[in-house]
Structure formats: structure tokens, C-alpha cells
């Protein structure tokens, strides 16, 4: 039997190697975009905000108009290649949802396609099995779900591995051919991402890594042209009379902040322990043995080394610079690119014999347990780690699901990353490939709670914004090339403006009418002078057939659709705004009213208005009284019970030239004092005012 199997295997094995390998690659770019447009499926809607919603309007608007507009205005504050590479989609599709699963399909394969500079970086030191087995893994890290969300992570992975890539060629023999390569490179990564201005310090650093003091001559080509290249940027922005931080576009604030070396110490220590943690300790280990005894190996070993050690610290070291004074969070999804670079280091390792001289490997085993285990993660588990800190939601599901009090998860980190580098400094070489193979189990395991989180919360803020049974149901019931001007009252959620804009062609005028919405989109002021019209901050009357906007702000006309839940109503409108009635006593954020609400129709003769209602059995566990006044004489009232919609309807008449409405709630609960500190909230909490419908 043994003598039949042997030559069976070696066949099998033959034929596996008489397959190009660029089959496997390609089989593998395959594999990992049908993968990654299932999951992506799984998200129903976009949710980190406002970003998915500019790079929407932006592919949205090159596809239209071959200009990258927001809300119809130009712009350069964003990245044009993302935009540009998803813009397909709204050029095929009518419907948004169609487009938005478009988008994604192409998200999977842009960001798949990061699995050939992948290899192709990893094949400048290792063997083609191994070179593979790290483009497998580079495909395999679980921040990739971001291919469900329309973000520029998508097309930055693979053009940060491509720099990557022209990074090494160039320290190998920095020719002007490769010093050519490697500036196109970086700048078609800053093209997709202002982020990869990091690329330019590693660059400046990692030649004295390679070769020492003879960089400078040997890599003259890059440093004559860097030092053209700041000069030029620099005189172009002054003859501009601009700042010369203006070429990070929206980023440019970032570089006017107040930082501190203290901040910036303490957020790059944080970034550098979650990065171990999302790398699964034994990559960084391996790294930090190769790097540490780089002296004496061949060329290309170290240059790919220099490059992977001087691009990860510039680009975690910008990260926790940003986050330090802009963001107060571990910013794992603007660091994770360098995951690969780690990957390639753990496999160069295996490859080479797994050496582990004593101190060395016993500093990088330190690091390495040390680091993840010091993690606050009490101060940073929480919302915010949804979008931004991968690594930490795994943590907080098990955390969740086992009773694990958070600020005990760093025993739970401890006894993992202790017992990964007791097998990277134990296991026998020949079992040496058991540690990538643990790597690839702990991104398999991971994924699972982090793409429940992703789904989950897509959900909710879908929900946040629109209940109608159709997301576009705007363009359903006028047509993807009509106008429908949005007014923001500040009287419902913010997604109710930002998903019904992301799924809906026609809505592209916006106005507000007390404060902007937070975003800093473009968006106009609205003043209503003392007929009622709305003008514009020209001064001039505003027009519009068709106004969307919530039952706070009644413009009059025939309603035309709704999102009754929500309190959303599309109006087809004589054409000249003119609010005919106002709302006093609703928070400026949603629906949520307090103790007294007040609702004044302008120019009523008399007739019933008709208010919705809604309760919330997550702080009231009786019914609320709701009591109508009409000149201090009460009229109509109603009791809602905690999971009740109603409508209550109250007969007016006018004084003067209008109608006034008072309205009294009770009871009234302060969240933070009804869920115990749980809920931040401190507003005294009513009942929802949906919609108010005056009926002559």
C-alpha cells in the first residue's frame, strides 16, 4: 500500500508544480473577492458617516457629470482614485441599490487585488510556496470587511503595497528607473489617500538602513528629487497664498493641532500594542528578531526589512499623531496596511530556519507579550472601536458573551500572547510553519464577532434613518431625475439627512433652518421672514416642486410619500417655500420632546391638527399623557403605552391670525438617571412628536 501511495503523492504534487503560479495567484485574488462580496452583501446599509456619503456623492457625481462634485460643489479635499474606481456603479445602475451593491462588488476586487504586490513583495525573499502562503494570509486579515463599507481602505491596501513593493526594488539598486517607480507609486498612494505622505520620511530613512553611510551618494537620484519636490510644493502653495498643509486636503486641520510629545508618546505606545494584537503577536516577534539581526544578510533581505521596519513606524507614528489630538481613538483602520509587511517577516523567518539567538529573540518575545497585555482597554473598548479598532471587537464580544469584566480582558491577552511566543521561542523548527498557520486561525476566529458587529451596527443606523419599506423610496415616487430639496429642522436623527441622501438620486438640494448638520457638507441657511416664506442666504424666495423634510417644518403642498415612522415626509410644493407652521419644544437632534411642546399654524382659519405620537418601552414602563391646550382650555388628550404609536387629533381655532396648540407630557424620565449612568444622556425625555398634519 505504501509503495502504491508514494508515487500517487509525488504525481499529485507534480502536478500542482507543472500549474503557473500565476494561476494560484489569480485563484486566490478570485477566491478572496467572492468571499469578500458575500460578506459585504451582509451590510445593509452605509454607516460609517459621513464618509461612505462623500465617497458615494463623489463616484456618484463623476458618473454623472465627469466631475468630482459634493452636493454640487467642487472639491479637492478628497482623494480622487476610490471615487473614481467605484463610479461604475452609478453609471450602470438607476437605482442606488443597485449601485451600492455594485460598489461593493468592486470594493472585493480592488481590495482583492492587493494579493499580487502581496506576493510579488513577499517573492523578493522568500520561495514561491512561501511568497503565496503570505499573499493567502495578506488576504486574510480581518479589517479586509471593510471591502462591505465605501471607504478608500479599499483601493489604499493595494496601492500601499504596491509602494511597498517599489519601496524594496528601489533599496535593492535605486536606479533612476526604480527611484521613478517608487515616487509614482507614492504618489498614486497619496492620490488615494493624503495618509500616504508617511511613505516620504520611511523613504528618507530606510536607505541609511541598507547601506549606511554610503545612502546618501548611492540613493542621491531620490534625495536630489525629494528635495526639488518639498521646494516645489512649497512655492506653488505660497504663490497660491495657501497653506502648504492645504495638499492634505480635508486633512489640513490636522496639521495646524496643538500636539504634545507626551500625547503623541502615550496614543503611538497605544497604537503599537492594538497593532500587536491585530497581528497576533508572533509576526511582530519575528520581525522584531529579523530586524534586530539584519547585519550580514543578503540584499535583498534587508532591504525588505529597512522598508518594513522605516514604513510601519512613519505610518504609526502619523496615526497616533492624528489621533492624539483629532480622534482620542486606536485608529486601526488607518494602520493596517503594514500587516502584510509582518506577514512576509513571519514566513522569511520559517523559511530561513527560524533563528532565535537568545537576546534578541528574548526582546522580541518581550515586546511582544508585554505591549498588547499594557493596553487600556477599559478607555478604549467601547462605540467608537466599532469602526476604528478592529482587533478590540473580538475582545469586547467575548467580554459580552462570558461576563469578563473589560478591564479584565488584559489576563485573557496576557495568557494568549504568552502562550503564542513561548511557541515561537520553543516550537522545533521543522514545526515551525504551525505559527502562521495559528495566525490564520486567530483572523478566521476574529472575523466572525467583528463582521456581526459591522452587520449589526449597519442595521441600526439604517433603521436610525429610514423605516420606509424601500430605501429609495424618495426616487420611487418621483423619479431618480427630479429635485427634492432636504430641510434639516434639527428635529429628527441625522441619518434621516444622510441615508435617505445616500439611497435617493433626487434628493440634492439641502438647506437647514437652526443649525448646520454635523459633517461639514454644503448645505444653505434658511430664514423665514414674517409671511412665512423661506429665503435663501441670498436673501431671494427658495424654490422647489418637491421638499423633504420632517413633520416639524410644514411647508404646505399635497404629501406625496412618507416614512411614517420616522416622520419623514416628501411634499409636492406650489414652488415658492413658505412655512406654515412651527414647532417649538423638540430637541434639536430628533423627535424627543420635553415637558411642553408648542405648535402655531400660520394663517389658520380654524380646522384639526393631527399629532403622531411614540412612546419607548427602553425607558418607560408605563403609559405618558399627552394633554392638548388650545387658549389654556385643554381640548384632547390621550395616554400612550410604551411600545404605542397614536394620533391624536386636536380641533383649533385662530387667534389673530393663527392657531397655537400646547402640549403637556407626563411623566418625563432624565435617561441617565433612569438606567443608572448607563446612558449619557441628561435631557428630561417626553415623548416622540413624529408628524403634525394640519387638516383646514
Known amino acids: 500500500m505504501a509503495t502504491r501511495t508514494a508515487p500517487a503523492r509525488s504525481t499529485a504534487i507534480g502536478l500542482v508544480r507543472a500549474v503557473p503560479i500565476w494561476f494560484w495567484v489569480g485563484a486566490l485574488v478570485v477566491a478572496s473577492a467572492g468571499l469578500r462580496y458575500a460578506l459585504a452583501r451582509r451590510i445593509v446599509a452605509p454607516w460609517i458617516m459621513v464618509d461612505e456619503l462623500i465617497y458615494s456623492e463623489l463616484a456618484k457625481s463623476f458618473a454623472d457629470t465627469g466631475r468630482f462634485l459634493l452636493r454640487g460643489e467642487s472639491t479637492a479635499a478628497y482623494g480622487f482614485v476610490y471615487p473614481a474606481l467605484i463610479s461604475p456603479a452609478w453609471a450602470l445602475f438607476d437605482r442606488i441599490p443597485q449601485a451600492y451593491a455594485a460598489a461593493k462588488l468592486i470594493n472585493s476586487v480592488v481590495v482583492s487585488l492587493a494579493a499580487v504586490p502581496a506576493y510579488l513583495l513577499a517573492r523578493r525573499v522568500l520561495s514561491r510556496p512561501y511568497a503565496l502562503a503570505a499573499a493567502m494570509l495578506s488576504m486574510s486579515v480581518p479589517t479586509l470587511l471593510f471591502a462591505g463599507m465605501l471607504m478608500t481602505e479599499n483601493a489604499f491596501y493595494p496601492a500601499f503595497l504596491l509602494a511597498a513593493l517599489a519601496t524594496v526594488l528601489w533599496l535593492e539598486r535605486p536606479d533612476w528607473r526604480r527611484t521613478g517607480f517608487v515616487l509614482a507609486a507614492t504618489v498614486l498612494a497619496f492620490l488615494t489617500r493624503a495618509q500616504a505622505i508617511a511613505i516620504l520620511p520611511a523613504l528618507a530613512t530606510a536607505p541609511f538602513l541598507v547601506s549606511g553611510r554610503r545612502a546618501l551618494r548611492e540613493f542621491r537620484w531620490f534625495f536630489a528629487a525629494g528635495v526639488a519636490g518639498v521646494v516645489l510644493v512649497v512655492a506653488v502653495q505660497l504663490a497660491r497664498n495657501a497653506s502648504v498643509f492645504g495638499i492634505f486636503g480635508a486633512y489640513e486641520v490636522a496639521g495646524h493641532a496643538g500636539y504634545t510629545a507626551g500625547g503623541v508618546s502615550r496614543w503611538l505606545l497605544y497604537h503599537w500594542e492594538e497593532l500587536i494584537l491585530s497581528l497576533g503577536v508572533v509576526p511582530f516577534a519575528a520581525l522584531g528578531v529579523l530586524a534586530l539581526t539584519g547585519r550580514g544578510r543578503p540584499r535583498p533581505e534587508r532591504a525588505f526589512l529597512a522598508a518594513a521596519v522605516t514604513l510601519s513606524f512613519w505610518l504609526v507614528l502619523e496615526v497616533a499623531t492624528f489621533a492624539s489630538e483629532q480622534s482620542l481613538r486606536v485608529e486601526e483602520r488607518n494602520m493596517f496596511y503594514v500587516a502584510p509587511l509582518f506577514l512576509i517577516a513571519l514566513l522569511l523567518w520559517v523559511e530561513r530556519g527560524s533563528p532565535r539567538p537568545r537576546v534578541p529573540a528574548a526582546v522580541a518575545a518581550a515586546a511582544a507579550v508585554a505591549l498588547p497585555t499594557a493596553l487600556p482597554y477599559t478607555k478604549l473598548i467601547g462605540l467608537p472601536a466599532v469602526s476604528d479598532t478592529t482587533a478590540l471587537l473580538p475582545l469586547w464580544s467575548l467580554s459580552s458573551s462570558t461576563g469578563i469584566a473589560i478591564g479584565d480582558l488584559r489576563w485573557v491577552v496576557l495568557g ?82 444622510w441615508e435617505n441622501e445616500f439611497f435617493n438620486r433626487s434628493v440634492r438640494r439641502f438647506y437647514f433652518t437652526t443649525t448646520p448638520l454635523q459633517g461639514d457638507l454644503p448645505e444653505q441657511p ?59 419644544g423638540l430637541y434639536p437632534q430628533d423627535t424627543w420632546s420635553g415637558a411642553r411642546v408648542t405648535y402655531t399654524r400660520l394663517g389658520c382659519q380654524g380646522g384639526t391638527v393631527v399629532v403622531s405620537l411614540q412612546s419607548d418601552p427602553s425607558l418607560f414602563t408605563r403609559p405618558t399623557t399627552v394633554v392638548a391646550s388650545v387658549g389654556g382650555r385643554e381640548v384632547a388628550r390621550t395616554r400612550v403605552g410604551p411600545t404605542e404609536t397614536r394620533a391624536l387629533s386636536v380641533p383649533v381655532r385662530p387667534s389673530g391670525s393663527s392657531c397655537v396648540v400646547e402640549f403637556r407630557v407626563s411623566p418625563t424620565l432624565v435617561p441617565a438617571k433612569a438606567t443608572e449612568g448607563q446612558n449619557p444622556d441628561p435631557r428630561e425625555l417626553g415623548i416622540h412628536f413624529t408628524r403634525f398634519t394640519y387638516i383646514p
Do not use: H
Open 416 to 497: 494568549g500572547a504568552a502562550a503564542a511566543c513561548a511557541l515561537f521561542l520553543l516550537v522545533p523548527r521543522r514545526f515551525a510553519l504551525v505559527l502562521p498557520l495559528l495566525v490564520l486561525a486567530y483572523f478566521a476566529v476574529s472575523q466572525k464577532p467583528i463582521e456581526g458587529k459591522y452587520r449589526q451596527t449597519s442595521i441600526l443606523d439604517l433603521f436610525q434613518g429610514i423605516t420606509a419599506p424601500q430605501p429609495d423610496w424618495v426616487d420611487r415616487a418621483v423619479g431618480r431625475d427630479a429635485e427634492v430639496t432636504l430641510i434639516w429642522s434639527g428635529n429628527t436623527d441625522k441619518y434621516s439627512v
Open 526 to 584: 434658511l430664514t423665514v421672514d414674517r409671511g412665512g416664506f423661506m429665503r435663501g442666504p441670498d436673501g431671494e424666495v427658495v424654490s422647489s416642486e418637491y421638499v423633504l423634510t420632517d413633520g416639524s417644518v410644514d411647508v404646505g403642498g399635497r404629501p406625496v410619500a412618507e416614512d411614517a415612522r420616522k416622520g419623514i415626509v416628501l411634499v409636492r410644493t406650489a414652488g415658492e417655500l413658505r412655512q406654515v407652521s412651527r414647532v417649538a
